[in-house]
């Protein structure tokens, strides 16, 4: 069984790998959404792993709720570009396949901790 700092670890790495796909990806995007959705898309993913850490080194517990809850919009975020950019013909299936996996992936284990965290608080 994990413990909560081996699930900590996991997701980070997980949200690390996310946000550096997100640059591979949009890597390809054309030099004219360089200021719109590649800064956009980069920022909103970057968001994710940097608000979840921030949280995880507070010490009051919805202090640490509110910082995931902050993760887990720019984590939709991110998502909701993502769809936009692959109907948008800028993602190939394979990466957005592969990327909105990951996604929903980290978006189940944000919601478990938020879930978790909140139950404490009762």
Do not use: C
């Not at 507070?58 to 769809?83: A, D, H, P």
């Not at 592969?98 to 478990?112: C, H, P, Y």
Request: glycine share 4%; hydrophobic share 40%; charged share 25%.
């Amino acid at each position: 069984m994990e413990t909560k700092s081996q699930f900590h670890d996991i997701l980070k790495q997980k949200m690390d790998l996310y946000a550096h796909e997100i640059y591979r990806i949009t890597k390809d995007f054309p030099k004219s959404e360089l200021y719109g959705l590649v800064s956009q898309i980069r920022r909103s993913s970057v968001s994710v792993v940097l608000n979840y850490i921030e949280g995880f080194a507070r010490i009051k517990q919805k202090v640490y709720i509110n910082f995931l809850e902050i993760s887990y919009g720019s984590l939709k975020e991110t998502q909701y570009l993502l769809v936009f950019s692959y109907k948008e013909s800028l993602i190939k299936e394979t990466d957005f396949n592969k990327i909105n996996a990951l996604g929903d992936e980290i978006g189940a284990m944000l919601w478990s901790i938020m879930k978790n965290v909140k139950s404490e608080l009762v």
